[in-house]
């Protein structure tokens, strides 16, 4: 289990589930207990007095269930509602965002630090494949996302490299970069774009995601 903390709170991971849940500093503490195989009446007892008997009890039983196919090996967890159909891998390409949203939880911004070339996605999109691509009845996806990632110079080439390793490629985006000319070869592709709209209104959306952002993107989708 890996857990990385901001603001008191706790990004917990846990790859060979694979698993990840956000939790407080008690929560934490009642993963660490159930991972340790401690009971529930144990897990009250290690944190009384930190938090109520109530809260630590559906907090464990909440955790435990998450956590319930650590053991059980991959044909119990692909057989779980969330999975059955489709394996969807998340690749966070980038930290750079044309946006400033305040929701956001990357703080995507400018660039910061390296970001992977293409012949490292490309390595990483074969590897992926051969790994975790292990059963014929099931759908693998690739979602790429950021930041924002057609932020990315190379991302039609990245776009590619998941598609020739042989996943369906799906991609969160905010949709104002995306050029004219990469339309055509993104359906061709059949790269599928889930786009944020926030809300019906001009109001609504720009209050998220900055001003003049509805008047974009409704252009976009109702050119
Ligand atoms: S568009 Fe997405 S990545 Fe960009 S700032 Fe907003 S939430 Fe963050």
Redesign the pocket.
């Known amino acids: 289990m890996r857990a990385y903390e901001r603001s008191g709170e706790f990004l917990v991971v846990l790859p060979e589930l694979p698993q990840w849940f956000i939790v407080d500093g008690i929560g934490k503490e009642v993963a660490d207990a159930i991972l340790q195989k401690k009971s529930i009446r144990e897990t009250c007892l290690i944190l009384n007095g930190k938090a109520k008997q109530a809260d630590i009890k559906a907090t464990y039983r909440d955790l435990k269930m998450l956590l319930a196919n650590r053991d059980n090996g991959n044909d119990r967890r692909i057989s779980s509602p969330l999975t059955s159909k489709a394996t969807v891998a998340m690749i966070s390409l980038t ?1 750079r ?5 305040p ?7 400018g660039m910061r630090g390296k970001e992977l070339t293409v012949s490292e996605h490309r390595a990483i999109a074969d590897n992926l494949h051969k790994r975790l691509a292990t059963n014929p009845l099931l759908e693998y996806k690739v979602n790429l ?4 990632p057609f932020c990315h110079p190379m991302i039609m080439d990245i776009i590619s490299a998941y598609k020739d390793a042989g996943f369906e490629v799906t991609m ?3 949709s104002l970069l995306i050029k004219k000319r990469d339309m055509a070869k993104l359906a061709d592709l059949g790269v599928a774009l889930s786009v ?1 709209l926030d809300g019906a209104t001009e109001g609504s959306h720009d209050f ?2 900055g001003k003049g952002a509805f008047k974009k993107l409704s252009g976009r989708l109702c050119p």
């Open positions: 930290r965002c044309n946006l400033r949203c929701h956001c939880y990357v703080d995507a911004q996302t950021g930041g924002e969160s985006t905010n944020s998220i995601r």
